[in-house]
């Protein structure tokens, strides 16, 4: 990233984003794996402003605690009814300066910029201080440019003002370089051009583009492009949010692809910007990888897969699943259709077959357990085999109690382990059993269980 000096930085997430046609605020919603505001402020943060200030409005206590959750050390300013960009920077930089003195540059930047980055953002800031600029605007040019302020420039490509498309009249519709709703300003100069800003406008709002024209009567007002189109797109609507977040995943996808990762089919692979992945891994269709998830090398995931904040050791295969917060260890196979809840940790050539369900479970290297079984609160030993259609009853209603089975055992199928209980080493069960108290090493236990046969206990009438 490029170098930058930043005294301030101000966030703008006062608004409600009424086209996103939703209960909460535009700035909380998720964009690969982290919300909008979370990714500008990460991205604002790595500039190391002196000050990080996010300007709050509609659902405030509930984007104010977002953003404290991002970072501790975040100033909330709350905007007061009158609406605008602009008056969200009035409303900022007076509660900053009542603070301190606020000197040198003024980073301000739209919260709805998911892919807004820390190196544009640093390009931006050295640009504005190289070229000696009393304001900088950063722009984009777009094919489309519906929706967005033109930048209109004079014949030495000045910045002369930014008309909102509201306000534009036919020529300066035709403009397709835009404003990104990012600015940098000498923080002086930014106080005398928001001192008068007026609201006559379509929108009745205190525009913080018009503040650029009262910069320019004070000082040099420049734009710098940003070099990625993508990195500067605003969402306002789920339209908008959608086509984004599909040509960022295309982008993911391609990374991986070209760092060693067989994707089969990328249009329906999901992958999250805090996922890594191991050389020659093989991602299938129809998976999605989210959160802090790590894949070892020579592991195959998916089809149909979810993997949530997993660990996929080297050569591990999971198949048509689900796996949140669990450790998959080396040559272990998962699935197909099996549900691993959080914190489970299997060693190595271990085994989660078909309709199995686990959480908090210890499973040991070489242990299987093929399938429609439960696990949960349970610690099973090296080289066991678990019968199908076994449980672990951990919940008494009140506490979850833990099971523990030792190495070498062999469980088979129908068995009920009512925690808290304990069994050996080297045991076996038998079909059907109901273990309710501890097995020493080396023993064979079963439940007797007599049957009851009763013949022609139906009525006539029903037979």
């Not at 930014?190 to 320019?216: C, H, M, P, V, W």
């Not at 910007?273 to 989210?290: K, W």
């Not at 062999?410 to 080493?425: M, Q, S, T």
Request: aromatic share 6%; charged share 20%.
């Amino acid at each position: 990233m490029a170098s930058s000096a930043v005294t301030a930085a101000i966030i703008l997430a006062a608004g409600e984003g009424t086209r996103m046609r939703s209960n909460k605020p535009k700035v909380l919603h998720t964009f690969a794996g982290r919300t909008f505001l979370n990714r500008v402020m990460d991205s604002v943060r790595a500039l190391d402003p002196s000050t990080l200030a996010v300007v709050v409005h509609f659902q405030a206590e509930r984007v104010a605690a977002a953003a404290r959750s991002y970072d501790e050390a975040v100033t909330i300013v709350n905007q007061d009814d009158i609406p605008g960009t602009g008056r969200a920077v009035q409303c900022a930089m007076a509660q900053l300066a009542a603070e301190g003195p606020v000197t040198g540059p003024v980073l301000i930047a739209a919260s709805d910029m998911p892919l807004l980055d820390a190196d544009t953002l640093g390009r931006l800031v050295a640009f504005h201080n190289e070229s000696g600029n009393g304001a900088t605007v950063l722009t984009t040019v777009l094919d489309d440019p519906t929706g967005y302020g033109r930048i209109i420039r004079d014949r030495e490509g000045n910045v002369l003002r930014i008309v909102e498309q509201k306000d534009a009249n036919r020529s300066e519709l035709a403009v397709q370089e835009v404003n990104t709703s990012v600015y940098v300003f000498d923080a002086e100069l930014l106080a005398r051009a928001i001192a008068d800003l007026k609201s006559n406008n379509a929108q009745g709002e205190f525009y913080l583009t018009d503040a650029l024209e009262t910069a320019r009567a004070n000082g040099k007002v420049g734009a710098f492009t940003a070099p990625d189109p993508l990195s500067v797109e605003g969402v306002n609507d789920r339209v908008q949010l959608a086509a984004l977040a599909k040509a960022h995943n295309r982008r993911v996808c391609e990374e991986w692809m070209r760092s060693g990762v067989t994707i089969l089919d990328p249009e329906t692979t999901w992958i999250e910007d805090d996922v890594e992945i191991g050389r020659d891994a093989t991602i299938l269709p129809g998976t999605f990888l989210q959160g802090r998830t790590v894949i070892g090398e020579n592991a195959v995931v998916g089809p149909y897969t979810t993997l949530i904040d997993a660990v996929v050791d080297a050569d591990a295969v999971v198949e048509r699943s689900r796996v949140q917060e669990s450790h998959i260890g080396r040559a272990t196979n998962i699935g197909p259709w099996t549900y691993l809840r959080q914190g489970n940790d299997f060693g190595e050539e271990a085994k989660a077959g078909a309709f199995v369900e686990m959480k908090k479970a210890h499973i040991g290297n070489g242990t299987k357990v093929p399938h429609l079984s439960y696990v949960g609160d349970a610690t099973l030993g090296d080289h066991t085999n678990i019968g199908g259609g076994t449980i672990t009853a951990n919940y008494d209603g009140v506490h979850k109690n833990r099971t523990t089975i030792g190495a070498g055992c062999h469980v088979g199928a129908g068995n009920l382990f009512v925690a808290p209980v304990e069994v050996g080493d080297n045991v076996t069960t038998g079909a059907g059993s109901v273990v309710r108290h501890a097995v020493p090493d080396d023993t064979m236990v079963y439940s007797e269980n007599t049957q009851h046969n009763v013949e022609g206990w139906k009525p006539a009438w029903e037979r």
